[in-house]
C-alpha cells in the first residue's frame, strides 16, 4: 500500500515537472508561468502542488537540474561512443545540436535563467554549466594527459563555445544548422589544437 502511494506520488511530481517543462519556449520564460498553469496543464489541483513542491522556484531548480543532469548524460555517452573510433568533437557536438533542436524547452530554461532574475536560478544554472566544464576536463586530463588547470582551461573554454553555439543555433534552420554545427566543430578543432602547442612548447621550455 505505501509503495503505491509513493509510486503515485512520484507520478504526479513527474507530471508536474513535463508539465513545467512544456510550458516553456521560445516565447514564454520560465518566470512567466503560474503555479495555476503549470497544474492544469499537469492535470491536478492546485493544492496538489504543495505535496511535491514548496513553490515555483523549487520547482524551477529542479527544471534546472533535471535539463543539466540530461544533457550531461547524453554528452558523458557519445564520448564514450565515439572513443577511439572518430572524433570525439565532431560527435559530441551533432549530439548537443541535436538535443537542443529536440528539446529545446530544456535549452530556453538554461539560457534564460542563466542571466535572468533570480540568484537562485543564476546559481543553479551556473552550477550546471560547472558540472560540465569538470567533466569535460576529466575527460581531457584522461585521454590526452593534461595537468588539471590546463585541462580546466581547455574544457571551460569549450563549453562556453558549445553554448553560445547552442543558444544560436535555437533559431536556425536546418541548413543553418548545419553549416553553425560545422563552424563550432572546427573552433574547437582549433581550441584543442592550440591547447597542444601551447602544452608542447611549455613542456619543452621546462627541459631547458
Request: glycine share 4%; aromatic share 8%; with cysteine.
Given at each position: ?17 513535463d ?16 503555479l495555476r ?49 572518430g ?37 543553479a ?84
Open positions: 500500500m505505501k509503495a503505491n502511494r509513493a509510486q503515485q506520488k512520484e507520478k504526479t511530481r513527474r507530471m508536474i515537472i508539465a513545467a517543462f512544456r510550458l516553456i519556449s521560445q516565447d514564454r520564460s520560465y518566470s512567466s508561468l503560474s498553469e503549470v497544474t492544469r496543464e499537469a492535470g491536478i489541483a492546485p493544492n496538489s502542488f504543495y505535496r511535491h513542491f514548496e513553490d515555483m522556484e523549487e520547482l524551477g531548480l529542479t527544471l534546472v537540474d533535471e535539463g543539466g543532469a540530461a544533457m550531461r548524460q547524453l554528452m558523458r555517452k557519445a564520448r564514450q561512443r565515439m572513443r577511439g573510433r572524433s570525439v568533437i565532431r560527435a559530441s557536438v551533432e549530439t548537443f545540436m541535436e538535443y537542443i533542436h529536440s528539446n529545446p524547452h530544456v535549452f530556453h530554461l538554461l539560457l534564460r535563467e542563466r542571466s535572468g532574475t533570480s540568484l537562485a536560478f543564476r546559481k544554472v551556473s552550477r550546471e554549466l560547472q558540472y560540465f566544464i569538470m567533466e569535460l576536463a576529466d575527460y581531457i586530463q584522461l585521454h590526452q594527459g593534461y595537468p588539471v588547470a590546463e585541462a580546466k582551461i581547455q574544457a571551460e573554454a569549450m563549453v562556453i563555445l558549445v553554448f553560445n553555439a547552442g543558444a544560436e543555433a535555437l533559431d536556425c534552420k536546418p541548413a543553418e544548422l548545419r553549416i553553425l554545427t560545422e563552424k563550432a566543430i572546427t573552433q574547437l578543432r582549433y581550441i584543442a589544437r592550440g591547447a597542444d602547442e601551447f602544452l608542447k612548447r611549455r613542456r619543452s621550455e621546462a627541459k631547458r
